[in-house]
């Protein structure tokens, strides 16, 4: 069965640097685009991040620049580097499969990894 596993989340000051993975496993894992979401308490999820099969990224305004997300088809394995961290960028950050261009439309999410930036 399809599984994503997220670690890498931890407590930083503002400025520093943390990178998140998430280990795939159940399906083909280059065959989908794959993303991050965050969501912060009392707020709305909100996109992050996403790469298609190919490569190509995409990312959101708040986040560009700072973060790169990346993959490792041979490990299964989706990253996200977070530079420069500011506190808005504390939250639960998930891993989300999606078989669509639109990786909001997912269909298999991991349980999150939390971040917390003060």
């Known amino acids: 069965h399809v599984q994503l596993v997220e670690s890498g989340g931890g407590s930083v000051q503002p400025g520093g640097s943390l990178r998140l993975s998430c280990a795939a496993s159940g399906y083909t894992y280059g065959d989908y685009c794959m993303g991050w979401f965050r969501q912060a308490p009392g707020k709305k999820r909100e996109g992050v991040a996403s790469i298609w099969t190919r490569g190509s990224t995409n990312y959101a305004d708040s986040v560009q620049g700072r973060f790169t997300i990346s993959q490792d088809n041979a490990k299964n394995t989706l990253h996200l580097l977070l530079n420069s961290l500011k506190t808005e960028d504390t939250a639960m950050y998930y891993c989300?499969?999606?078989?669509?261009?639109?990786?909001?439309?997912?269909?298999?999410w991991g349980q999150g990894t939390q971040v917390t930036v003060s």
């Open positions: 989300v499969r999606s078989p669509y261009s639109d990786y909001a439309l997912g269909d298999y």
